[in-house]
C-alpha cells in the first residue's frame, strides 16, 4: 500500500485547509488510516483516526472540534478538513495506514505500518 498526502500549505490563524490522503490500493488491506504530525523538534503525535470496521474515529483532544476526518472512497483513503487552526497546529502531517490494529492502540505510530511522505501546514498568528 502506497499513501499519497496533499493539501498543506500557509494559513493565518483561525483559517481552513483540507489534507487529502490517497492510497494505492482498495483498503480493505488495511483495518485503519490515521493522520499524525510532528513539529520540529518535538515527537511524532496522534491526530485522528478511522477504523474501517465500524467506521469508529478518534480524535486527539487538541483537535477535537475543529478537525473532522472524512472517507474518500472515490480515493481510497481519507481527507482530513482542518478549521480554527492555530498556530501550534503547524507541523508536518503525515497519514499512516496499517492491518489488524484493534481500537487501544490505534493512536500508536508504532501500529501503521504504511506512511504517507508528509505534507507540511503552517499557520501564521
Known amino acids: 500500500v502506497q499513501l499519497q498526502a496533499c493539501g498543506g500549505g500557509l494559513v493565518q490563524a483561525g483559517g481552513s485547509l483540507r489534507l487529502s490522503c490517497a492510497a494505492s490500493s482498495r483498503t480493505f488491506s488495511t483495518s485503519a488510516m490515521a493522520w499524525f504530525r510532528q513539529a520540529p523538534g518535538k515527537e511524532r503525535e496522534f491526530v485522528v483516526a478511522i477504523r474501517w470496521s465500524g467506521s469508529r474515529i478518534s480524535y486527539a483532544d487538541s483537535v477535537k472540534g475543529r478537525f473532522t476526518l472524512y472517507r474518500d472512497n472515490a480515493k481510497n483513503g481519507v481527507y482530513l478538513q482542518m478549521n480554527s487552526l492555530k498556530p501550534e497546529d503547524t507541523a508536518v502531517y503525515y497519514c499512516?495506514?496499517?492491518?489488524?490494529?484493534?481500537?487501544?492502540?490505534?493512536?500508536?505510530?508504532?501500529?501503521?505500518?504504511?506512511w504517507g511522505q508528509g505534507t507540511l501546514v503552517t499557520v501564521s498568528s
Open positions: 499512516a495506514a496499517g492491518g489488524g490494529i484493534i481500537q487501544s492502540a490505534i493512536r500508536a505510530p508504532s501500529s501503521y505500518a504504511y
